[in-house]
C-alpha cells in the first residue's frame, strides 16, 4: 500500500462507485475519498465500502465530503461525473452540459489538489479531457483521458470470441476517439505472439472491431444503463501504474504536441504511465487506412472542441 497516497473520486454513480470498491479492494492507496453532487450517494456508498474493509486484505480509509474544498491535497483525482442524454437533448446540448461539469470541476481541482494527477472518465472523453487541460492549465502529463485500458478490453473480450483462448495469450491496441472512431492498430494486435490478421480472416477482424466500438452500447441494451465493472477495472489500472511508478504501456487520452502530427487536441494513443502521469507518448508508423481512421478521429474531437469555442465556453 502507498501509505501517504490519497485518491479522489468525483462522481458517486456506478462508475466512480465501483472504482472506489476496487481500489479498496486492491489497498494501493492509504486513502479514498468520494464527491457527489448528491451528497447523501456518496455518503452512502462511502460508509458501505468502509465496512467492507474489515474484510479485506488492507485497511483503507474510505470516506465522503461535501464540499469540493474538502479534496485538499490528493495524489490522483478520478473524474466520472457527469449527465446521461436525455428526452430532446442533443449532442451538442450534453457537450455543453457536461464541459460546464468538468470545467467546474477541474477548475476547483486546481485550487485545491493542485499537485494531482487527473483522470478524466466522463464524457465525451477526448473532448472533456482537453476541457480539463484548458481548465487547470496544467502540464499536459498530469491530465489523461481512461479509453484505451477499455477500448482494449473490450477488444480482448472480442477476440476472445472468435478464438476462444485465454485472455493473457491475447494483446490488443485501440488509438484515436473513444466511440466509433476509434480504430486497432494491426501491428500491435496479437494472439499468441501472432499477428491478428495471420490467425483471423478480415471479415473476423472487421466484424471484432464493429462489435468493440459498440461494446457499451451492446451492456446498455441488456442493463437498460452504461456498464461500470469494466470501466472502473481499467481506470483501477491506471491509478495504480500511477501510485506504483509503474511505467506501463496503456493507450490513453492525452494531449498532443506535434506527436503523429497533431497538437492541441486530446486523443488516444499508447503512454507509458508512471509517477508523474504520462512519461512519455510513444510514437507508431501507421498504415494508410489506420491513419485515415485517426484523421477521422481528430475531426470528430475537433468538432466537438469548436462547439464549446462557438459558445465562448474558453473565453471565461
Not at 146 to 160: C, H, P, S, V, W
Not at 221 to 238: E, H, N, R, T, W
Request: charged share 25%; net charge negative; aromatic share 4%.
Amino acid at each position: 500500500m502507498n501509505k501517504n497516497k490519497k485518491v479522489a473520486i468525483v462522481g458517486a454513480g456506478l462508475v466512480g462507485g465501483t472504482t472506489a470498491y476496487t481500489l479498496a479492494m486492491m489497498g494501493v492507496c492509504r486513502e479514498i475519498i468520494l464527491y457527489d453532487i448528491d451528497v447523501s450517494v456518496a455518503i452512502g456508498k462511502a460508509m458501505d465500502i468502509a465496512q467492507s474493509v474489515p474484510n479485506m486484505a488492507r485497511n483503507t480509509k474510505v470516506s465522503a465530503v461535501e464540499d469540493m474544498s474538502e479534496l485538499a491535497g490528493c495524489d490522483i483525482v478520478v473524474v466520472t461525473a457527469g449527465v446521461p442524454r436525455k428526452g430532446d437533448m442533443t449532442r451538442d446540448d450534453l457537450l455543453v452540459i457536461n464541459a460546464k461539469i468538468m470545467k467546474d470541476i477541474s477548475q476547483n481541482i486546481a485550487i485545491y489538489s493542485p499537485d494531482a494527477v487527473l483522470i478524466c472518465v466522463s464524457n465525451p472523453l477526448d473532448i472533456l479531457t482537453y476541457v480539463a487541460y484548458k481548465m487547470t492549465s496544467w502540464e499536459r502529463h498530469r491530465i489523461i483521458g481512461m479509453a484505451g485500458a477499455l477500448d482494449t478490453a473490450r477488444m480482448i473480450y472480442e477476440i476472445n470470441q472468435k478464438v476462444g483462448v485465454t485472455d493473457k495469450q491475447i494483446k490488443a491496441m485501440m488509438i484515436g476517439e473513444h466511440g466509433q472512431h476509434m480504430s486497432p492498430v494491426p501491428q500491435l494486435s496479437t494472439i499468441g505472439g501472432v499477428l491478428l490478421d495471420e490467425v483471423l480472416t478480415q471479415p473476423d477482424i472487421d466484424d471484432i472491431v464493429k462489435e468493440t466500438k459498440n461494446g457499451g452500447a451492446k451492456i446498455v441494451k441488456q442493463l437498460g444503463y452504461s456498464a461500470y465493472y469494466a470501466p472502473a477495472c481499467a481506470i483501477c489500472v491506471m491509478v495504480e501504474a500511477i501510485l506504483n511508478d509503474s511505467k506501463i504501456t496503456v493507450p490513453s487520452s492525452v494531449i498532443l504536441d506535434g506527436e503523429y502530427d497533431y497538437d492541441d487536441i486530446a486523443i488516444g494513443v499508447p503512454v507509458v504511465i508512471d509517477g508523474r502521469g504520462v512519461e512519455s507518448i510513444i510514437s507508431i508508423d501507421l498504415d494508410k487506412q489506420t491513419k485515415d481512421e485517426f484523421r477521422s478521429s481528430v475531426d470528430s474531437i475537433q468538432g466537438g472542441i469548436k462547439i464549446l469555442r462557438d459558445k465562448g465556453f474558453f473565453k471565461d
